[in-house]
């Protein structure tokens, strides 16, 4: 019996060379966009302590209670691959006080998550976000900013159909008036609910609101909405959201379902969609968490941030732009024999080092295979270097396109005529 390959593990995988250039074109677009508004990168461990999490996110979510990827280490501590960024970057801010230096900070943050949910297209167990946080400021313009920080992000990245959803939680004020007004909405009719909406009732009623199954959607028309029972300073709040979104013409609507799955959201929620794949999808979300700094062991510090879908982004750019442009070389030298490939190789160190991508063979292949490998590698150059070319110390520069060639000298200035023939 033959031996199996080890493969990747359900619900994790590889990203292919040949699958980096969106990958590599959307982060380069949002760090110059976080540059733009002032925000810096922050990296932080990708495991932390259990704890962390089940604190901030809540033990009743779906990321606490089934998705949480959670270990015992061999002295027996509780560890967690990190499910989302937001409650690291807390504990980060706390643990070295960077508010007693200056309370507002603006993060960014690239990297993969872990939950262990359901495989399934564009799910997967191990994802990637870009996330964004700011600390210490309390203002709807931040809100606001964040929004547009996206919608100019996405734009940027060629997506249409941009929407943003957005909604206002309360805060611990407003919500419980919110949250009673909601179960007596349910009153006696908790049977129509599903199991998770029954247990949810008692921990977190606010998540009925955004539950897909269709017997709950059908038992909440006529809902109360949390707009409804907002307290003044959380009505003025998001009332200033949203006229600073309409100033900037950022399309957006407001969304009486829109909870989040988190327990630490604070007043303004929100999702950005596009109609980029044709249905509505979402590549982003984020909302205030205007208690969880404190919540965590810091002072009370005013919060907010969103994560991007890093997976989804990609699969909507290669969509929109189907066509990839092939990678390509500069330059692809043919050396024929120990005397050229000698040359070969140090030509190529100097003009990659000058910035000219240059790629030479060493497995002494003959002259067409070589050029084949020069096509495929979809090289703009090709220099020949053969046995004769060394005796008469000359070498053929040949351009792809046009199809000229030059005769150069393989002297020492060989490596800065070619970058003089190329660009
Ligand atoms: P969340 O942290 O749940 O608010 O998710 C923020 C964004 O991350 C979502 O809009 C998704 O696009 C993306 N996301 C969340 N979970 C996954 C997953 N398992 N696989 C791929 N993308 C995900």
């Given at each position: 019996?033959?031996?199996?390959?080890?493969?990747?593990?359900?619900?994790?995988?590889?990203?292919?060379?040949?699958?980096?250039?969106?990958?590599?074109?959307?982060?380069?677009?949002?760090?110059?966009?976080?540059?733009?508004?002032?925000?810096?990168?922050?990296?932080?461990?990708?495991?932390?302590?259990?704890?962390?999490?089940?604190?901030?996110?809540?033990?009743?979510?779906?990321?606490?209670?089934?998705?949480?990827?959670?270990?015992?280490?061999?002295?027996?501590?509780?560890?967690?691959?990190?499910?989302?960024?937001?409650?690291?970057?807390?504990?980060?801010?706390?643990?070295?006080?960077?508010?007693?230096?200056?309370?507002?900070?603006?993060?960014?943050?690239?990297?993969?998550?872990?939950?262990?949910?359901?495989?399934?297209?564009?799910?997967?167990?191990?994802?990637?976000?870009?996330?964004?946080?700011?600390?210490?400021?309390?203002?709807?313009?931040?809100?606001?900013?964040?929004?547009?920080?996206?919608?100019?992000?996405?734009?940027?990245?060629?997506?249409?159909?941009?929407?943003?959803?957005?909604?206002?939680?309360?805060?611990?004020?407003?919500?419980?008036?919110?949250?009673?007004?909601?179960?007596?909405?349910?009153?006696?009719?908790?049977?129509?609910?599903?199991?998770?909406?029954?247990?949810?009732?008692?921990?977190?009623p606010l998540r009925i609101l955004d539950c897909k199954v269709e017997t709950c959607k059908k038992a909440l028309q006529g809902a109360p909405a949390t707009q409804d029972c907002l307290c003044d300073a959380c009505r003025n709040h998001f009332h200033q959201v949203q006229e600073a979104l309409s100033k900037q013409n950022i399309p957006f609507e407001v969304d009486n379902s829109l909870v989040r799955g988190l327990d630490y959201y604070t007043r303004t929620a929100w999702e950005i969609q596009t109609t980029a794949l044709g249905a509505q999808s979402a590549v982003a979300g984020g909302g205030r968490y205007d208690g969880l700094v404190e919540e965590l062991g810091g002072p009370a510090t005013p919060a907010i941030g969103f994560a991007i879908g890093f997976d989804r982004l990609v699969e909507?750019?290669?969509?929109?732009?189907?066509?990839?442009?092939?990678?390509?070389?500069?330059?692809?030298?043919?050396?024929?024999?120990?005397?050229?490939?000698?040359?070969?190789?140090?030509?190529?160190?100097?003009?990659?080092?000058?910035?000219?991508?240059?790629?030479?063979?060493?497995?002494?292949?003959?002259?067409?295979?070589?050029?084949?490998?020069?096509?495929?590698?979809?090289?703009?150059?090709?220099?020949?270097?053969?046995?004769?070319?060394?005796?008469?110390?000359?070498?053929?520069?040949?351009?792809?396109?046009?199809?000229?060639?030059?005769?150069?000298?393989?002297?020492?200035?060989?490596?800065?005529?070619?970058?003089?023939?190329?660009?």
């Amino acid at each position: 019996m033959s031996e199996q390959h080890i493969q990747t593990i359900r619900g994790f995988r590889d990203i292919l060379p040949e699958q980096m250039a969106f990958w590599q074109k959307i982060e380069q677009e949002a760090i110059h966009v976080f540059r733009c508004f002032g925000y810096e990168e922050i990296r932080i461990p990708v495991v932390e302590r259990t704890r962390l999490f089940s604190r901030s996110i809540g033990e009743t979510t779906d990321i606490v209670e089934k998705e949480m990827y959670s270990f015992e280490d061999r002295n027996e501590d509780k560890i967690t691959l990190r499910p989302e960024a937001t409650a690291s970057i807390c504990r980060s801010y706390i643990q070295h006080k960077m508010y007693s230096v200056d309370p507002v900070r603006k993060f960014f943050l690239i990297g993969p998550m872990f939950r262990r949910e359901r495989p399934q297209k564009g799910r997967y167990r191990q994802f990637y976000q870009i996330d964004a946080e700011v600390f210490g400021i309390s203002s709807p313009y931040i809100d606001a900013e964040l929004i547009f920080l996206l919608h100019t992000l996405f734009q940027r990245l060629g997506l249409t159909g941009l929407t943003a959803h957005i909604n206002s939680l309360g805060c611990s004020e407003c919500r419980p008036v919110f949250q009673k007004k909601l179960l007596e909405f349910i009153g006696d009719q908790k049977e129509n609910f599903c199991e998770v909406c029954t247990r949810r009732m008692e921990k977190n009623p606010l998540r009925i609101l955004d539950c897909k199954v269709e017997t709950c959607k059908k038992a909440l028309q006529g809902a109360p909405a949390t707009q409804d029972c907002l307290c003044d300073a959380c009505r003025n709040h998001f009332h200033q959201v949203q006229e600073a979104l309409s100033k900037q013409n950022i399309p957006f609507e407001v969304d009486n379902s829109l909870v989040r799955g988190l327990d630490y959201y604070t007043r303004t929620a929100w999702e950005i969609q596009t109609t980029a794949l044709g249905a509505q999808s979402a590549v982003a979300g984020g909302g205030r968490y205007d208690g969880l700094v404190e919540e965590l062991g810091g002072p009370a510090t005013p919060a907010i941030g969103f994560a991007i879908g890093f997976d989804r982004l990609v699969e909507i750019m290669e969509q929109i732009y189907p066509e990839k442009d092939l990678p390509s070389q500069d330059l692809f030298i043919v050396a024929l024999g120990e005397a050229a490939m000698e040359k070969a190789y140090h030509l190529s160190c100097d003009l990659n080092l000058a910035g000219i991508k240059t790629r030479t063979d060493f497995r002494g292949k003959s002259m067409k295979s070589l050029m084949k490998r020069a096509n495929k590698l979809n090289a703009g150059h090709v220099l020949i270097i053969g046995e004769n070319e060394i005796e008469n110390g000359q070498a053929v520069l040949r351009n792809m396109d046009t199809k000229e060639q030059v005769l150069l000298s393989l002297d020492d200035g060989l490596a800065s005529e070619i970058q003089k023939q190329i660009r």
